[in-house]
């Protein structure tokens, strides 16, 4: 049965989090029951109160050969960077 | 630890039902159809599991003299078990399990939320928590029904089949007898007669999505609740008692 289904990508939002966080993957029929299964594979210990599914088909990806295109070039331009400066107080989710 | 209190058997029976059947579910595990289903069913048979656990220790406060919630579940004989019948038929195949859990959860989202309103203040907090379960219970198992029903030739069989065996044992969850009047008199027990309207719609509406025809009973099978069984009830308790029958107060 499980050769016939669809993989899902399963993101969860954490209490206290404010984004959803890539953890895992299922197999299901559809999304409606990936979001179930979602919620009893992942959330069995009070992990989440947000849940996305995704079906993995539907995710383009980089490849590992793009790499030297993407992100070399960024290596030496350091004012892109917002390393140089101090973070203003009361500023914690930046 | 026979009880004449009509609270503790009461609480008695619905520990039961929720105990059997959620070790039914449980010998699911490892053995369901897929892994996220695997766990899924591992999850409604906890639920079920601790709604049992939470119904016996109320009993066992009411009874005291040492009387804990083992001794209802792992010493009892099968004549003192008072569940539904539907409760301990054998699991069968999954369309089986999914059929009988979606014609017990249709139930038991309307009970539970009664039971939340009992005159009795533990009943009514067993039953808060337990409506929380029973919508994700029956939203999973009315999924299921619909899938199976309206999916291929031989689910859609295999459904159909499951529920004309398992339609005589539905009437059986509102039936009244001497102990439900007493109870429901004194505002303490749901009054199951009642919820049959609201079962039968959500029954008929489902079965309806899942291209699935209403079985026409032409009679009610009962007697869990008087401790009257089927043979299958015994061998359930042979493997879940197993442990505490031959040694005694062993503990983990």
């Known amino acids: 049965m499980a050769d016939q289904m669809q993989l899902y990508e399963v993101f969860i939002r954490s209490r206290r ?29 009070g992990e989440g109160v947000s849940i996305w599914v995704v079906a993995s088909r539907d995710i383009t990806a980089s490849q590992e050969s793009d790499c030297e295109s993407f992100y070399d070039p960024l290596d030496d331009k350091p004012y892109r960077h917002a ?8 500023v914690d989710s930046l | 630890m026979k009880s004449d209190d009509p609270v503790t058997r009461y609480a008695l029976r619905l520990g039961d039902d929720a105990l059997i059947l959620g070790h ?11 892994l996220e289903e695997d766990i899924a069913l591992g999850n409604v048979a906890l639920d079920f599991i601790g709604r049992a656990r939470l119904f016996y220790q109320y009993a066992a406060e009411r009874v005291g003299g040492g009387v804990t919630e083992d001794t209802f579940a792992y010493t009892r ?20 399990t999914l059929c009988r859990q979606f014609l017990y959860d249709a139930f038991s989202l309307p009970f539970t939320e009664a039971l939340a309103g009992s005159a009795d203040s533990r009943l009514a907090a067993i039953g808060a928590k337990a409506v929380k379960e029973s ?31 398992l339609w005589i044992y539905t009437g059986e969850m509102f039936e009244t007898d001497q102990l439900i ?11 199951t007669a009642e919820l049959r ?3 039968i719609e959500t029954v008929s509406e489902t079965l309806r999505a899942a291209t699935l025809t209403p079985p026409t009973a032409t009679a009610d099978v009962s007697g869990g609740r008087r401790g009257i069984h089927t043979d299958d009830l015994g061998f359930l308790l042979a493997e879940l ?12």
């Open chain 2, 197 to 199: 309207r609201c079962w």
């Open chain 2, 135 to 165: 919508r994700y219970h029956l939203r999973r198992s009315r999924d299921w029904i619909v899938r199976l029903g309206d999916g291929t030739e031989e689910s859609h069989r295999r459904c159909q089949q499951a529920l004309d065996e």
């Open chain 1, 83 to 90: 390393a140089m400066y101090a973070l203003p107080e009361g």
């Open chain 1, 17 to 45: 989090g404010l984004d959803h966080k890539h953890v895992g993957s299922l197999h299901a029929d559809d999304a409606i029951q990936a979001l179930e299964y979602a919620r009893d594979v992942y959330t069995r210990r």
């Open chain 2, 24 to 34: 039914r579910l449980s010998e699911w595990m490892s053995r369901a159809p897929f």
């Open chain 2, 77 to 96: 004989d099968v004549r003192e078990f008072t569940n539904l019948l539907l409760c301990e038929l054998p699991r069968g195949d999954f369309a089986f």
């Open chain 2, 241 to 252: 008692q197993f442990m505490q029958r031959a040694y005694p107060g062993l503990q983990w």
């Open chain 2, 181 to 191: 009047d007493e109870l429901v008199a004194l505002g303490v027990a749901v009054d």
